[in-house]
């Protein structure tokens, strides 16, 4: 069969001829120098990105340390704290505490939603399944995040889906209940922290599904059957067995679902209170008020506070789960 | 061999992974009920009566138009820029190793792997202190940014999984670099780069946050929703062109994901 295929090709010769001129002469030169090949390969990607982002973000860096003049409103370029000064006080303290509350309460709760979707998606899903699992995952991934913030809107609004059917169920004063605590209430949950938070976990969740199953696809199934041959409750194997292993997939997740929301700022100001996250503030900051400085000094609380996650996520061997 | 074959889940993970499933869908398919609502002023449940009108109003609003032709430029340009520079960077990385190999990785994955607002306001700065005025390029230079990695995930794990001798058999039988190139190298990445180019489509035509700072007063499809969200003129509108985005962008990953699925993960991670 094979010998057939080849026959047509027998009449080119095998060995094709050098092609010459500078054409030639190019290619000879990249196989004498593969370090010059290298060189010109890696020149275009590392110029742009050293240009346009790490250029601009030390540009931005840089910024942090001028201050702005108070009554010109004019920024002052010399080097000064100043601006790290602004940054502490009690107002913009809370900002920060807020976000990062905000962050690690979105986390756990994706965490917790991760789990069995990934669980099951690793352990019971097989062959069709599998793919629709991945799928699944994936797709809502990639959707438009401006849509999926809309489509909580929808349902987050007074009139919207979630009430009426809360009102089909008889559990309206539940949700009335709900609203009427302080700091997760509000007028109705499009303008609650509740409503901040779902959308928060409901964007993000894909990102830490992702990880923790592939995490637990490396789990052993003969291993949760030892577990529970040796007399192990469900409930024990999940915490000394299960957990364990899928921690550095959590972990993993958590990456993605703890920056995100560190610095989102399109969704608490479409689905929330009036109070300010990190993200909200760099933008007011950098955008009515022109404190350039300030909006930069703020950047730098995420930076540093993902620098911080990423070194502690490193140490639990959260990367070889990436 | 797995002994657990054929054995089903306890029920209470069926409901659990369910829920969790209907929970990430249920949302999105949402949007494609209220296109068709007769209701304008509000977002009530269940809608008082089903049309099609909004669609053609929608079709009429040059708006609309003007928002999506700048989309689409601006992700086939971006796409195109993340291609080349995406695809450099991971022949480069896969094929030797280099000092410094570790950084050039950090180095695409960094814009997307920090928050947006960040890279949007860096970018915004940096455009301020040079004096570059807003424009067609000050959006599509944020874009090519972020898309490099995607193209750069998509074509290092191909990379990783072409051998090595295929390139050596290709001179040994004295192909030159550009040919062995052509024929060679380019068909066996040749879907990968289809993939991560799309994804790469995609991930341009959705973004919002670095846009909002590098666009100044043009607006593409998600900065025209992010206005129409938070002041609202036409809901109607702003429901069909939350369906139509939804079907646009799907239509990218499904393909992406038949493109690469014998094997190499899809650059899921870090959008």
Redesign the interface.
Known sequence: MSLDAAMPRATTP??????GGL??A???L??RR?QL??LL??L???L???I??????F??LL?SFFSIDEFSGLINREFTLKTYGDLLQAANLDIILRTVTMAALVTFASAV??F??A???A??A?GRWK?L???????????????????????L?K???L??LLAKLHLLWLLDAWLSLPIVGGNSLSVSSTGTFIVFV?VW???M???VQAALERVP??LV?ASSDLGAS?GQTFRNVLFPLALPGIVAGSI?TF??T?????IP??IGTSRLFI?QA??SQ?GTAGN?PL??AF?VV??VI?GFYLWGAKRMGAFDA? | M????G????IG??L??TG??L???L??L??FV?AFTTEEK?????PPGLTTQWFAITWNRPDVWQALSLSVRVAAISTA?AL???T??A??VS??K?FGRET?SL??I??I???????G??????F??AEIPFSFWTIV?GH??FC?VVVYNNAVARFRRTSGSMIEAS?D???????TFRHVVLPNIATALLAGGM?AF??SF?E??VTTFTAGQQQTV?IW??EE??RPRQRPV?NVV?MV??LV??LP??AA?YLT?DGDQ?A????
């Open positions: 095998a060995i094709l001829p050098g092609s054409r030639g190019l290619s000879d990249f196989w593969p090949l290298l390969m890696l275009p990607p590392v742009w990105l050293g346009v982002y790490i250029g601009s973000l540009a931005l910024q939603i991760a069995p979707i669980y099951y998606a352990r019971y097989r793919a699992f991945y799928l699944g995952v994936m797709l809502p991934l990639w959707s438009s995040y401006l849509v999926k913030i809309y489509a909580w809107k929808l349902i609004a009139e919207g889906i009430t009426w409901y969740l894909p990102f599904i992702l990880p199934g003969n059957e469900p993605f920056s995100l560190l610095g989102d700022y399109i100001q479409i993200g760099v933008y950098q350039i909006a930069a950047t995420p930076i993902m990436l | 797995r002994s657990d074959r054995q089903s889940a306890p993970l069926k659990a992974a969790g499933l929970f990430l869908h949302p999105i949402l949007i209220y509000s977002f009530v449940w269940p820029i080349v520079l995406g450099l960077c022949a480069a094929r030797t280099f050039i180095l695409v960094l814009p792997a920090l928050p947006g607002i960040i890279t306001i860096a970018l915004r700065s940096a301020a202190l230079l090519a940014t490099v001179m039988l004295g192909a030159d670099g550009f040919q994804l995609a991930l959705d919002v946050i998600p929703m992010l969200l938070i702003t939350a985005v939804v962008t799907l990953i499904l994901y699925r899809i899921g991670s870090g959008k």
